[in-house]
Nanobody, 114 residues
Framework: QVLLVESGGGLVQPGGSLTLSCAAS????????MNWYRQAPGKQREWVAR???????NYADSVKGRFTISRDNAKNTVHLEMNSLKLEDTAVYYC????????WGQGTQVTVSS
């Protein structure tokens, strides 16, 4: 079955950096587009970034220029490098794939605070 496991979250000061990782299994990773979403307290889950099977990337306007999504098909892993973090980036970050339905990881907490 599809399994997504996020890691790399933590507490960081404004302006700092973090890199999240998502280990995937249970499907043909190299053929799948992968997404990162986030959900801040009291808010709806929002899409953050997408990487296609071919490596093309798209970003939400709120993170464009600060976040970079990448993938390692040899390790079935997708990463989200986050730079110049802001207070409003605080959220639980989720890895997502669509395989005849949406699949989600358990999420990893990112807290940006001074």
């Amino acid at each position: 079955q599809v399994l997504l496991v996020e890691s790399g979250g933590g507490l960081v000061q404004p302006g700092g950096s973090l890199t999240l990782s998502c280990a995937a299994s249970g499907f043909t990773f190299s053929s799948a587009a992968m997404n990162w979403y986030r959900q801040a307290p009291g808010k709806q889950r929002e899409w953050v970034a997408r990487i296609s099977s071919g490596g093309s990337t798209n970003y939400a306007d709120s993170v464009k220029g600060r976040f970079t999504i990448s993938r390692d098909n040899a390790k079935n892993t997708v990463h989200l490098e986050m730079n110049s973090l802001k207070l409003e980036d605080t959220a639980v970050y989720y890895c997502n794939v669509f395989q005849f339905g949406h699949f989600w990881g358990q999420g990893t907490q990112v807290t940006v605070s001074s």
